[in-house]
Nanobody, 122 residues
Framework: QVQLVESGGGLVNAGGSLRLSCAAS?????????MGWYRQAPGRQRELVAG???????NYADSVKGRFTISRDNAKNTMYLQMSSLEPEDTAVYYC???????????????WGRGTQVTVSS
């Protein structure tokens, strides 16, 4: 009923840029609330990279502040992550995450995409 599909990952040299996209789709009546990007590097726990509310309020991990920008187009149900000044430490699988509401309930259900690989070479 809810699908999140990431795209835009790839191999890039250190200092380069990539733009990730997350296309969200859901059955009628569902509302995408807070959305976010997470990443998981080999041998490490999944961590929040950036989040964005339905109203556009954003938050970032300290490690990406000033380098990454999260945005969303509510009309297209699409979220983006513009990544600049990439570092080898940014290498990970990046996952799209969304909290979905079905009014009138206030309970949010969390969904995940399958991830897209980002590799930054030194």
């Amino acid at each position: 009923q809810v699908q999140l599909v990431e795209s835009g990952g790839g191999l890039v040299n250190a200092g380069g840029s990539l733009r990730l996209s997350c296309a969200a789709s859901a059955a009628s009546g569902r509302i995408f609330s807070t959305m976010g990007w997470y990443r998981q590097a080999p041998g490490r726990q999944r961590e929040l990279v950036a989040g964005i509310s339905s109203g556009g309020v954003t938050n970032y991990a300290d490690s990406v502040k000033g380098r990454f920008t999260i945005s969303r187009d509510n009309a297209k149900n699409t979220m983006y992550l513009q990544m600049s000044s990439l570092e080898p430490e940014d290498t990970a699988v990046y996952y799209c995450n969304a909290a979905v509401l079905i009014p009138p309930s206030v309970i949010r259900t969390i969904y995940w995409g399958r991830g897209t690989q980002v590799t930054v070479s030194s």
